[in-house]
């Protein structure tokens, strides 16, 4: 059974860090592309940070939203089975519920939109306010 459960999410002030991690269970992360995404009170779900299979070739392609280019970065542990989003300068507009989301692409192709993804985890709430 597939499952994904995200942790690291939490209070932080302007300007700290946080990194979450999403820990996967009945598949392995390097065969998976997986994605972060988040969602704001009253808003649609967007995208945040995804990152393509492995594909046995490399670590994977990776894609940043323009919103946190420079800030976020995407990471995976095949040893650990875990992909983690590395989140620095954090402004009080990243204020969200985190999520990951896993799909079976074995490619370098990098999936980006909400309904490209199959599996989803429960979500971690991220408040960043002074």
């Known amino acids: 059974q597939v499952q994904l459960v995200e942790s690291g999410g939490g209070l932080v002030q302007p300007g700290g860090s946080l990194r979450l991690s999403c820990a996967a269970s009945g598949f392995t992360v390097d065969y998976y592309a997986i994605g972060w995404f988040r969602q704001a009170p009253g808003k649609e779900r967007e ?37 983690y989003l590395q989140m620095n300068s954090l402004k009080p507009e990243d204020t969200a519920v985190y999520y990951c989301a896993a799909t079976w692409i074995y490619s370098d192709y990098v999936p980006r939109a909400v309904y490209e993804y199959d599996y989803w985890g429960q979500g971690t709430q991220v408040t960043v306010s002074s």
Do not use: E, H, P
């Open 47 to 83: 995208g945040v940070s995804c990152i393509s299979s492995s594909d046995g070739s490399s670590d994977g392609m990776t894609y940043y939203a323009d919103s946190g280019k420079g800030r976020f970065t995407i990471s995976r542990d095949n040893a650990k089975n875990t992909v």
